[in-house]
């Protein structure tokens, strides 16, 4: 075993002695169940763990991550997660978490090629060339991609809404919400992005404001006003 590596096992074994000197039973607690309300679907991006963000212990939130915070129809690893969670942990809440300076959205925003990413990125670029126009609009590069990373969140979340595993539940009565959210690496804030849906018949309306709130945010901040 490498030095690095024996250091790891070593800060695992320092974190759980002071985990159960804090809170006494805590290990043999999270034996029992797990149930969570949430359902994080975020970013693999290594500076965005979702407990830490959330201030939640584990076993507070059922997490799924991919690069640049995807959700595809055929996907059947997310499609397995969603499912999972709304049926047999009956999560109350998905939370597509974006967050700003995404390494996968800038390649996508730029035609950067990476390697075999680029057939996944091809899903952002979809979200880059549905809003080509709103984003051509603007000069600078960082307003830019923060936008994209926006965009991608919110069209995440609608596919969220338009899956099988959602729009079953809504038809059965459950009760699940499917949120949009970003994070900001810069000071560690999520930002509601003002996408909130609770049934099928709210998907279109939910989006359409979420997506018009973003637009002015930014069109604000373009011409020199506050975001």
Same mark, same amino acid.
């Given at each position: 075993?490498?030095?690095?590596l =024996?250091?790891?096992?070593?800060?695992?074994?320092?974190w759980?002695?002071?985990?159960?000197r804090?809170?006494?039973?805590?290990?043999?607690?999270?034996?029992?169940?797990?149930?969570?309300?949430?359902?994080?679907?975020?970013c693999?991006?290594?500076?965005?763990?979702?407990?830490?963000i959330?201030?939640?212990?584990p076993?507070?939130?059922?997490?799924?991550?991919n690069?640049?915070?995807?959700?595809?129809?055929?996907?059947?690893?997310a499609l397995?997660?969603?499912?999972?969670?709304?049926d047999q942990?009956?999560v109350?809440?998905?939370?597509?978490?974006?967050h700003?300076?995404?390494?996968?959205?800038? =390649?996508?925003?730029?035609?950067?090629r990476?390697?075999?990413?680029?057939n996944?990125?091809?899903?952002?670029?979809?979200?880059?060339?549905?809003?080509?126009?709103?984003?051509?609009g603007m000069?600078?590069?960082?307003q830019?991609?923060?936008?994209?990373c926006?965009?991608?969140?919110?069209?995440?979340?609608?596919?969220?809404?338009?899956?099988?595993?959602?729009q079953?539940?809504?038809?059965?009565?459950?009760?699940?919400?499917?949120h949009?959210?970003?994070?900001?690496?810069?000071?560690?804030?999520?930002?509601?992005?003002?996408?909130?849906?609770?049934?099928?018949?709210?998907? =279109?309306?939910a989006?359409?404001?979420?997506?018009?709130?973003?637009?002015?945010?930014?069109?604000?901040?373009?011409?020199?006003?506050?975001?």
């Amino acid at each position: 075993m490498t030095t690095h590596l =024996a250091e790891l096992f070593e800060s695992n074994r320092r974190w759980a002695a002071e985990t159960e000197r804090r809170t006494p039973g805590f290990f043999t607690s999270l034996l029992q169940q797990q149930a969570p309300q949430y359902l994080w679907i975020g970013c693999a991006d290594s500076r965005v763990p979702a407990n830490e963000i959330l201030g939640l212990l584990p076993g507070d939130v059922f997490v799924h991550r991919n690069v640049a915070n995807v959700v595809v129809h055929s996907d059947l690893n997310a499609l397995s997660v969603m499912q999972f969670a709304i049926d047999q942990l009956q999560v109350r809440h998905i939370i597509v978490v974006g967050h700003y300076g995404c390494g996968g959205v800038t =390649a996508a925003l730029q035609n950067r090629r990476i390697g075999l990413a680029d057939n996944w990125l091809r899903h952002v670029q979809d979200v880059r060339n549905k809003h080509r126009t709103f984003l051509d609009g603007m000069d600078d590069e960082t307003q830019r991609l923060n936008a994209l990373c926006e965009l991608n969140v919110l069209e995440q979340a609608l596919n969220v809404c338009e899956t099988t595993v959602v729009q079953d539940a809504w038809e059965r009565g459950q009760a699940v919400v499917v949120h949009g959210w970003v994070y900001g690496l810069h000071d560690g804030l999520l930002q509601d992005l003002r996408l909130t849906v609770t049934n099928a018949a709210e998907v =279109a309306a939910a989006y359409g404001l979420a997506l018009g709130a973003l637009k002015t945010r930014h069109d604000a901040t373009r011409k020199g006003g506050r975001p």
